[in-house]
């Protein structure tokens, strides 16, 4: 007998299940989300190797410099023979024993590494010695004689360019200029209804990162290799070589952990000096440290400028004319300083449009220390005069300060100083932005007693990221998948603890669709990474972020090809979200990334992909200083500093701070926050307490005993605000932070204090004797540094 | 050698047997800071922060007894404005719990903020030496010349003595908001007699009273006009330098300032 199948039993379960939906609300992109950081667990819990932990397990010999102790001199001696008789010591090596050029230096190649026949200013190095302990090596180095003919020392500007001062190179004192001429600027200042007039004086700043200088190095017949921290790794490869004389191949630099930079580490520190005793040494490991006092001897410097500005403008407030002149000191050799001072010129009116403009920048040579990239190089100086001479020209003029800006400000269409035509120009909704917030926030005020005054003062500032000026660059990066389900990002970019590791992470992770946990990143090994050039000029997110996105777009064709053979649709009808590709049309079905790669691989694919992004700028005009396009894109930030003023004892503090950046996109807003805060309690450092103070060619205040950094108190809560209009060029439409917090910081403090005051001031830092001195002229003294005696007194009118 | 006694007795007769040959070593603040810069290269080193008493603080007729190992951290809480607002200033929290009150009248730094206090408060110590036992002697008669002090190589500074009962203030410049080296500071106090005490930090070789101003503010009753002239005053009775810190000029001028304000905030109309 035939039995009737039983019927299938009833249920709510449809007959075909549709596949799973994997996300009822669409996953939050990686880019825009503020991931955790990929370095932050093993840094707060101090897994992370810096470059001094390299110390002293990994060392067999340890090495230290000889330095200088004239600021000026020929060396006539150098009697390496006491060291060696000193326990322990093993290798004293001077200029003789270099295989190489000898010569270090970003731009021109004017820096020995170890000095032949003249020091230029006491921190030039002179001699390597290794030794078995780090003791040893520096009473071997205490042991050389150096016998010197002291020559006369060029303490300051005026010093170098006095009618008989001593030539410093062949070429005498001047290293260079930079110039804009645009329309005719001294017609226009004779013709303006007003004229302000002021010379700034901005000091010598200290980059006082956290983690000194210190590296390994290591030759073993075959590579070079050296453990140091830097802020490009190729380069510093390049210039290693040729240094030391080895081919390039034969040397790899890998960066440690690293903490801080700021334009410190763009110029060579020891790491040629470790290299040397390694080549002398082979099969031996060879460590250098610095101490603090070291570090601050030995480095590269902010600029310290003079800058004379004039400004004319028309009765209703319309700029007119601007004319400036600035002295550079460049110190003793040239470091960064020719692009410092192109960038000093081409940022030199901001963002304002002015249509006769005057600029002569000149660079300096003197014998104090070497200045160099810092953080906003050239732009931070001239924003303290340009921003300064705006709020001057609003009280003479007895306009509101806000409504001069806004008058002026470049609106979208309209050209910078070097004739650039700003396609998006957003400074003006971000000074909107900061009034706004500043108007309708805040705490009640606290009543002051009447020898403390309050004020507030606003900065509005652009800055043209990259190197610009037809100067190369670009940046390369691979994105690949591994057999273990990893997305790898490889560059060789330096993260110094900005951030950059979960910028170029949350770029590819969210170009493919895969969660930022399953991102791993390979980075700043010239062995493993391809050049993605410095981690300097606002530039990373913009060139690097770039290539990171092509790269890992172009993988991204490979994995929709197979994901469409996995799911029957056109790869155009996939998406990759949360580790899935997903159908985008019907009843969305997925499979995941992790099969398709596991697929990929045994089709042959290789699922490594390598880009290039390179744009092009164009050299502004020797003689006229314009360009088309000096740099690649701009940005606007506008701050907001809130100061109380002590005008009996001179002290400042600031008691509300607001800032808006316009960054395009936040690619991580968490690490854009903290790329505003930290670059704002910088800016506050150098507007009130941060100076370098020179005696005699030496640093004076090399410790963080009177070397002054602000602390929690001296830093209120920062309001950020971050505006995101999309860059056309930018990866996800992003810009960049870098520089400009701390770019804008300091003349937001400035005019505060003039606010406050009513006098407006002209010299950094704003330390109470300094404020005190604004207030009472007659009572101020020369400053303590030498550099500044015969610098042309600041009398007010 | 380290010395690393638990009792004040043995410290004592280390110090009394080795007299300059052993360095005392309290807090530690400036002379590890000094260890590590290669300027201080001890034969001998008496650690006295494991001495069990050095922490007792004693309120006995209207006076605090200090022992020689109170810490700025301590000082804090003691209810002498003056010198808990000094203490207060130096440093950072880690300092403040290391740094001793004694160590900082042993290094006898020109800006010694807890001296400048003592000073201003008429403040007494105790210097001890095995054997031969104490002697006490106004803080005033302490210092004697750039950090040259009446301490002998034979002895320690064993004790403070602060009065209780006194109005005093304090108000010191430094160039940033916290960890600060003074520019200049001031103190002001006054016994409940109307007896005045006047002190700065950092305007002399070592922290300096102003004696003559002191007469002044003890012959008259306070008005704004004695204010004034006191303030103008004590300007010549400092001997400030320019140096990387600041000019004299300035340092000078803050002494009246800060004069000024102490004496007409906590001082003039009755407060505190």
């Avoid at chain 1, 334009?263 to 000096?273: A, F, S, T, W």
């Avoid at chain 1, 028309?314 to 300083?337: I, P, Q």
């Avoid at chain 1, 003349?747 to 704003?766: K, R």
Wanted: net charge neutral; with cysteine.
């Amino acid at each position: 007998m035939a039995t009737t199948p039983a019927p299938p039993p009833v249920t709510d379960k449809p007959l075909i299940e549709p596949s799973p939906t994997p996300y009822a609300d669409p996953p939050p992109s990686p880019v825009g989300a503020s991931a955790r950081r990929l370095d932050g667990l093993e840094k707060v819990t101090g897994e992370a190797l810096y470059a001094a932990d390299f110390f002293p397990r990994e060392a067999d010999l340890f090495a230290t410099i000889l330095r200088s102790h004239e600021a000026h001199a020929e060396v006539l001696s150098i009697d390496t023979a006491p060291a060696m008789k000193v326990a322990g010591v093993v290798g004293v090596y001077t200029h003789v024993d270099v295989p190489g050029t000898n010569r270090q230096g970003l731009i021109k190649r004017d820096h020995p590494v170890l000095v032949e026949d003249r020091v230029r200013y006491k921190g030039d190095a002179l001699a390597v010695v290794v030794a078995t302990s780090e003791s040893a090596a520096h009473a071997g180095r205490d042991a050389i004689r150096v016998r010197y003919r002291p020559l006369p020392v060029v303490g300051s500007i005026d010093d170098a360019l006095a009618p008989k001062a001593p030539k410093l190179f062949p070429n005498g004192n001047v290293m260079g200029g930079k110039r804009i001429r645009k329309g005719d600027a001294d017609r226009a200042l004779a013709e303006a209804d007003v004229v302000v007039s002021e010379t700034f004086q901005t000091q010598t700043v200290d980059h006082a990162f956290l983690d000194v200088e210190a590296g390994i190095a290591r030759w073993d017949g075959r590579t070079l290799v050296i453990h140091a921290s830097g802020q490009w790794v190729h380069e510093e490869r390049r210039l290693i070589a040729l240094a030391l004389g080895l081919p390039i191949e034969q040397v790899r630099v890998i960066q440690p952990a690293t903490g801080g930079a700021f334009g410190g580490r763009e110029d060579l520190g020891m790491q040629v000096h470790v290299g040397l005793a390694a080549l002398k040494h082979p099969g031996k490991t060879i460590a250098l440290r610095y101490d603090r006092a070291e570090s601050m001897r030995a480095r590269h410097k902010r600029h310290a400028l003079r800058i004379h500005y004039t400004l004319g403008a028309r009765g209703d407030g319309t700029l007119t004319a601007a004319k400036v002149t600035v002295f550079s000191d460049e110190g003793a050799y040239a470091s960064t300083g020719p692009a410092v001072i192109r960038k000093a010129s081409s940022h030199a009116t901001g963002p304002y449009r002015v249509p006769n403009v005057h600029v002569d920048v000149y660079g300096v040579y003197t014998n104090n220390n070497p200045t160099g990239a810092m953080r906003g190089f050239g732009a931070c100086q001239l924003a303290v005069a340009y921003e300064g001479m705006i709020d001057r020209l609003a009280r003479k003029l007895g306009m509101d300060r806000v409504e001069l800006r806004r008058r002026n400000l470049v609106r979208s269409g309209d050209a910078v100083t070097t004739g650039q035509v700003i396609p998006l120009a957003t400074g003006v909704e971000c000074l909107d932005a900061v009034m706004d917030r500043f108007r309708n926030g805040g705490r009640p005020l606290e009543p002051l007693p009447p020898y403390r005054r309050r004020g507030w003062g606003v900065s509005t500032i652009c800055f043209g990221l990259g190197y610009g000026d037809g100067f190369p660059d670009a940046s390369r990066a691979g994105v690949r998948f591994t057999r273990d389900g990893f997305l790898e990002v490889l560059t060789g970019a330096v993260e110094y603890g900005q951030g950059l590791l979960n910028m170029v992470a949350q770029i590819a992770a969210a170009e493919l669709g895969m969660p930022i946990e399953k991102a791993r990143v390979i980075w700043a090994d010239t062995g493993r990474t391809l050049e993605s050039g410095s981690s300097s000029a606002t530039r990373q997110t913009y060139f690097t972020g770039n290539a990171v996105k092509r790269a890992a777009s172009e993988l991204k064709e490979e994995i929709l090809d197979i994901a469409g053979t996995h799911l029957h649709v056109h790869p155009h009808e996939i998406v990759l979200r949360d580790g899935l590709a997903v159908t985008r049309f019907g009843e969305p079905r997925s499979v995941p990334i992790a099969e398709l790669v596991a697929d990929g691989f045994n089709r042959g694919y290789e699922l490594s992909v390598k880009a290039l992004y390179k744009p092009a700028t164009l050299c502004e005009n020797f003689e006229t200083g314009q360009s088309p396009r000096a740099f690649i894109t701009y940005l606007f930030v506008s701050h907001l500093a809130q100061v109380v003023v002590d005008v009996e004892t001179g002290q400042v503090t600031v008691e509300r701070y607001i800032a808006c950046h316009d960054v395009g996109k936040a690619i991580n807003p968490q690490s854009v926050d903290g790329q505003i805060t930290g670059g704002v309690a910088q800016g506050i450092g150098m507007a009130l307490m941060e100076e370098v103070v020179m005696r005699e060619g030496r640093m004076a205040n090399a410790n963080f005993t009177d070397y002054i950094l602000p602390t929690f108190r001296d830093v209120p809560p920062v309001e950020t605000i971050i505006l995101e209009n999309q860059d056309p060029g930018g990866p996800f439409g992003a810009r960049g932070v870098g520089e400009p917090p701390l770019i804008a910081a300091v003349p937001a403090v400035l005019n505060a204090i003039h606010d406050a005051l009513g006098v407006a001031p002209h010299t950094t830092p704003c330390n109470p004797q300094r404020v005190w001195e604004l207030l009472h002229p007659e009572q101020a003294e020369p400053p303590a540094d030498i550099r500044f005696r015969t610098a042309p007194p600041h009398a007010r009118p | 050698m380290l010395y690393q006694p638990q009792i004040l007795e043995e410290a004592l007769t280390l110090k009394a047997d080795l007299g300059g040959d052993v360095d005392a070593l309290a807090g530690g603040t400036d002379l590890l800071v000094a260890l590590s810069r290669g300027q201080w290269r001890p034969k001998n080193v008496l650690d006295l922060s494991r001495v069990v008493e050095r922490s007792e603080i004693r309120k006995a007729d209207s006076r605090f007894s200090l022992a020689h190992g109170v810490t700025h951290a301590q000082l804090t809480r003691l209810p002498v404005r003056a010198l808990a607002e000094a203490a207060l200033s130096i440093g950072g929290p880690q300092i403040r719990n290391r740094g001793t009150l004694a160590g900082n009248l042993g290094t006898a730094s020109p800006a010694g903020d807890g001296c400048v206090a003592l000073l201003a408060l008429h403040a007494e110590m105790e210097l001890t030496r095995a054997g031969r036992g104490s002697r006490r002697l106004p803080v005033r008669d302490f210092f004697l010349d750039y950090r040259r002090t009446e301490l002998r190589p034979e002895e320690l500074i064993t004790r403070v003595v602060v009065p209780a009962d006194w109005t005093s203030a304090w108000h010191k410049i430094g160039k940033r908001g916290s960890v600060n080296i003074s520019v200049v500071c001031a103190a002001v106090a006054r016994s409940p007699q109307g007896r005045f005490g006047v002190a700065f930090g950092s305007v002399g070789p070592y922290p300096l009273t102003a004696p003559k101003t002191e007469a002044l503010l003890n012959a008259a009753a306070l008005t704004p006009e004695l204010i004034d002239e006191a303030a103008a005053m004590a300007q010549t009775e400092v001997s400030p330098i320019s140096d990387h810190r600041a000019s004299a000029a300035y340092r000078r001028a803050m002494c009246g300032t800060l004069l000024r304000r102490l004496l007409t905030e906590h001082f003039l109309n009755g407060r505190d």
